[in-house]
């Protein structure tokens, strides 16, 4: 057993102008489906924080949570981002992710980490590969999260650790294997956590 880190909702936004202000923020994205919730849940020990039942138009928000706060204080921060690559998202809502996530991303000044989940069985997207390329562009600092760890058969997770550092151009030993379900990283995550938002 870790630590999981206390959290509590604060709000949803569709502007990420109109977030309280943090002094430290690590941010989560991910294409739908990577198991975004799942692990935010598996953070923080709760089983529905971040809901895991969702419809495509709920999720185009910015959710903020407060992690470990005394008091109700909200100085620091986890924010769920909307996922990407909603196979059958409407047009409007593919148009409308861009410009709120880059948005965040670029001009949130407290933001201190982007966790970047990556589907360990699937491997890097195409829309994977390519938010790893902006966020290199810009040199935002991030970390990438392989999930479902138990989904790769044993005989197969060499291969797959090798494959999947390899699409992403990191070394193994640069990603974060984590298994929502059966609890595998979930300790290292939430002591990396801690040391980003420095609690
Ligand atoms: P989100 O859309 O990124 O928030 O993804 P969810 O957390 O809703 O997970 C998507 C699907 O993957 C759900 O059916 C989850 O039960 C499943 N899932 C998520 N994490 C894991 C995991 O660690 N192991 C397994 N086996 N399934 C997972």
């Not at 294409?31 to 598996?42: E, F, H, M, P, Y």
């Not at 495509?56 to 204080?73: C, E, Y």
């Not at 001009?107 to 970047?116: D, F, G, H």
């Amino acid at each position: 057993m870790g630590h999981p880190l206390h959290m509590h909702f604060v709000t949803s936004a569709a502007d990420p102008d109109m977030l309280p202000p943090t002094v430290a923020e690590v941010a989560v994205v991910g294409r739908s489906n990577v198991g975004k919730s799942s692990l935010i849940n598996a953070l923080t020990n709760r089983k529905n924080l971040a809901h895991t039942s969702k419809t495509p138009g709920r999720t185009q928000l910015i959710n903020l949570f407060a992690v470990d706060n005394k008091h109700d204080a909200t100085d620091k921060a986890l924010v769920d981002l909307p996922g990407y690559g909603f196979a059958n998202a409407p047009a409007k809502v593919k148009a409308s992710w861009q410009p709120m996530i880059e948005g965040y991303l670029t001009e949130r000044e407290s933001l201190v980490m982007i966790m970047v989940l990556i589907d360990g069985l699937v491997g890097p997207t195409k829309l994977d590969i390519q938010m790893l390329d902006w966020l290199r562009s810009l040199t935002l600092p991030h970390t990438v999260i392989a999930t479902k760890h138990d989904k790769v058969k044993s005989s197969k997770r060499n291969a797959r650790k090798r494959d999947l550092a390899q699409g992403c151009l990191l070394e193994e030993g640069d990603i974060v294997w984590t298994s929502a379900a059966k609890g595998v990283g979930i300790d290292r995550l939430q002591d990396l956590t801690r040391l980003w938002l420095e609690l």
